[in-house]
């Protein structure tokens, strides 16, 4: 058995011998692109740009020791 890159499904076929899932990615499926984010770090966006990109209203802060 295989292991699945990604949650992020297209397709679910029932088969013969078990199922056939079509999709894509390697993420964790809540939001963030890993090559996007590089690819805008590489750019020169800072962290905070991208965090803002893919999660819009998010606050980046110190979290209370």
């Known amino acids: 058995m295989r292991e699945l890159k990604s949650v992020r499904f297209d397709s679910v076929r029932k088969r013969k011998k078990g199922f056939e899932f ?5 993420g ?23 965090i803002a990109h893919y999660f819009p209203g998010a606050k980046v802060g110190r979290m209370p020791e």
């Open 28 to 50: 964790h499926g809540v939001g963030l692109c890993q090559w996007g984010a590089r690819a805008q770090a590489d750019g020169g966006r800072s962290y905070t740009d991208i």
């Open 22 to 26: 079509e999709g894509r990615g390697y």
